[in-house]
């Protein structure tokens, strides 16, 4: 929705393999966030990227996890030696408006590790 | 860092009553406090949003409304709908930093 999609909508990995999940962004967003939702329960912020500056990377649970934006627009999320508790929608996001805090969300990827 | 709590989880009301769901937050300096509407299957979708230098917001049927002294926010859902159905989360961040979500709230109407 508003301009984000992710894919793929759905993956099924088995456990130990790696996974990438990928966020397109319209053009002119001013900052890309990845979340995380388990089953359930609430969102769980990973990363943001705003600008030229450094991402906040205080949210990624462990080092299997790490995120790149490539220049100010596709941004992908990896996911290495997937377990089954990393099983969950990632949710990708943007804010639109510099200074403007609202931001907008893709309809997920929903990930499965077996 | 902000902690933003959020109650009930799971609320139930019959069509065309209110439902009210509230959220407390604990970083006095956030100011931008907005709430999503998330659908099975879907990403949460933004639905009303309110800044500190504001105390209510009303969009028809929802209204927003903020106690900065007590630093908590509540959403308020007049005449419910089935539709209305959904999980429906508040958020907290100061200026353009990050969200930081509530646990959400399962929200049923009934016809």
């Known amino acids: 929705g508003a301009g984000v999609s992710q894919s793929p909508s759905n993956k099924v990995t088995e456990k130990g393999k790696d996974v990438e999940l990928r966020c397109d962004p319209i053009?002119?967003?001013?900052?890309l966030y990845w979340y995380r939702q388990r089953l359930g329960q609430g969102l769980e912020f990973l990363i943001y990227?705003?600008?030229?500056?450094?991402?906040?990377k205080s949210g990624l649970p462990s080092d299997r996890f790490s995120a790149e934006r490539t220049g100010e627009s596709v941004s992908t999320l990896t996911i290495q030696r997937t377990q089954q508790e990393d099983s969950a929608v990632y949710l990708c996001a943007i804010q639109l408006i510099p200074g403007g805090n609202t931001i907008y969300f893709g309809e997920g990827s929903w990930l499965t590790v077996v | 860092g902000e902690n933003v709590e959020q109650h009930p989880s799971t609320l139930s009301v019959q069509e065309g009553d209110s439902a009210v769901i509230k959220c407390t937050y604990s970083?006095?300096?956030?100011?931008?406090f907005p709430w999503y509407k998330q659908e099975l299957g879907k990403g949460p979708q933004l639905i009303i949003d309110i800044r500190s230098n504001v105390g209510e917001k009303k969009d028809q049927r929802i209204a927003v409304t903020l106690n900065k002294t007590a630093k908590h926010f509540s959403l308020h859902i007049t005449e419910t709908q089935p539709e209305d159905s959904a999980v429906y989360f508040c958020a907290a961040s100061e200026n353009t930093d990050k969200l930081i979500f509530g646990t959400g709230t399962r929200l049923q109407v009934f016809p």
């Open positions: 970083d006095s300096a956030s100011n931008y």
């Open positions: 053009s002119g967003h001013t900052a």
């Open positions: 990227f705003q600008g030229n500056s450094a991402p906040d």
